[in-house]
Structures are given as structure tokens and as C-alpha cells.
Antibody
Framework: EVQLVESGGGLVQPGGSLRLSCAAS????????MSWVRQAPGKGLEWVSS????????YYADSVKGRFTISRDNSKNTLYLQMNSLRAEDMAVYYC??????????????WGQGTLVTVSS | EIVLTQSPATLSLSPGERATLSCRAS??????VAWYQQKLGQAPRLLIY???NRATGIPARFSGSGSGTDFTLTISSLEPEDFAVYYC??????????FGQGTRLEIK
């Protein structure tokens, strides 16, 4: 059974940093691209970033480019999102999602339960 | 960036009725559209991929159709557990992945 468990969310001041983690199990982690998608309170879904299976290629939404870094540790079956220079508009539930293949363009077939990031002074 | 516009924003129906949700793309996305269901406080769940393919474990009352710029999610006979928010998503012109703004399906 595929399981994705996010952690690392919390309260951070504007301008601060946070690192999210997503522990994956139930599938061969290195064979699948992974993504982060966020949802601001009461709003819709917004893609944030994606990474290929071996981590060679990464992609970012314009809204986070230069501030967020996606990475993965395939030896630990864990996906990360390093978030720097956080802004009020970054406040959201952050979901990690598994692509249905090694291609970053594949459908997001499984999602974790999300972790809440609150940006406030 | 491809913009997806979902209609209606809110759909009020009764259990047993048929639901038809629409998603229109600002340019052709071929058949690279997925539909997700999200219940309050839960993560999105994949229902349909590549416009018309049901994901594993999804009941047959859910069906998807369309290609190019116009897509439809149909729920043939609503069950109480189907009342939720539904999002369409395209992966044709990537990055970025884009989502529609959602359709809220509520009990009438």
C-alpha cells in the first residue's frame, strides 16, 4: 500500500525558513517522480514543485522559484521541500504527491495527508 | 500557462441524481486531464486520469469524457459520500501543472 506522510510544518515568521519532509513507503521510491502541491486556507490547489525519480531534474512554480528547493534522499525514501524567505502568501497545507511513473509529467496518483505551514508574526 | 475554468462553481443536487461537471482549458491539452475529489479536511483523491480512465478502486458511477479543450466529469447516480469538491488538472503543457478552481457539489 502506498503511503506518503508529510511532516515539518508549523508556525514561522515572515522571512523565515522551514523544511518539509515526506516519508514514502509501499513502492519503489526511486522509480517515481514526486511533487509538492499546496492549498491555501479555503482556496484551490496550486502546484509548487516536482523532481524526477533520481533527482536529476527539478521544476518550480514561478511563485516559489529562487526561494524553495525540492530534493529527495532515495536511500531514505524521503522527499523534501526547503522553504526560505517565507511570505504570508506561502501559508497553506502542503501535500506531497507521487506521480504514476518516472516522468514528472505523469498524473499525481497518490497524495499524502498534508502538513500545515503558517506564516505569521 | 494553461488556465482551466470549471463550471458551475457550485452544484446543488440530491442523492440519486446525475451530476455533470465541466472543465474548459484555455488551449488544447489533448487528453491530459485528470479529475480529483477532495472532501473537507482530506487530501485530494484521483478519480479519472487522461480524460476518461478511472483510477484504481473508483466506482463505475464516475466517468470522464472530452478532449482538446472541453472535459466533463459525470457521476451517474449520486451517493451521499460523493458530495465534495472536484478539481480538474492538466499535464499537457508542463510546467506548470495547473488546476481548475474547483466545483463544490453540495446536497440540495
Amino acid at each position: 500500500e502506498v503511503q506518503l506522510v508529510e511532516s515539518g510544518g508549523g508556525l514561522v515568521q515572515p522571512g523565515g525558513s522551514l523544511r518539509l519532509s515526506c516519508a514514502a513507503s509501499g513502492f519503489t521510491f526511486t522509480s517515481y517522480a514526486m511533487s509538492w502541491v499546496r492549498q491555501a486556507p479555503g482556496k484551490g490547489l496550486e502546484w509548487v514543485s516536482s523532481i524526477t525519480g533520481r533527482g536529476a531534474s527539478t521544476y518550480y512554480a514561478d511563485s516559489v522559484k529562487g526561494r524553495f528547493t525540492i530534493s529527495r534522499d532515495n536511500s531514505k525514501n524521503t522527499l523534501y521541500l526547503q522553504m526560505n524567505s517565507l511570505r504570508a502568501e506561502d501559508m497553506a497545507v502542503y501535500y506531497c504527491a507521487k506521480a504514476d511513473s518516472s516522468a514528472v509529467t505523469a498524473t499525481l496518483g497518490y497524495w499524502g495527508q498534508g502538513t500545515l505551514v503558517t506564516v505569521s508574526s | 500557462e494553461i488556465v482551466l475554468t470549471q463550471s458551475p462553481a457550485t452544484l446543488s443536487l440530491s442523492p440519486g441524481e446525475r451530476a455533470t461537471l465541466s472543465c474548459r482549458a484555455s488551449q488544447s491539452v489533448s487528453s491530459y486531464v485528470a479529475w480529483y475529489q477532495q472532501k473537507l479536511g482530506q487530501a485530494p483523491r484521483l478519480l479519472i486520469y487522461d480524460a476518461s480512465n478511472r483510477a484504481t478502486g473508483i466506482p463505475a458511477r464516475f466517468s470522464g469524457s472530452g478532449s482538446g479543450t472541453d472535459f466533463t466529469l459525470t457521476i451517474s447516480s449520486l451517493e451521499p459520500e460523493d458530495f465534495a469538491v472536484y478539481y480538474c488538472q492538466q499535464r499537457s503543457n508542463w510546467p506548470p501543472i495547473t488546476f481548475g478552481q474547483g466545483t463544490r457539489l453540495e446536497i440540495k
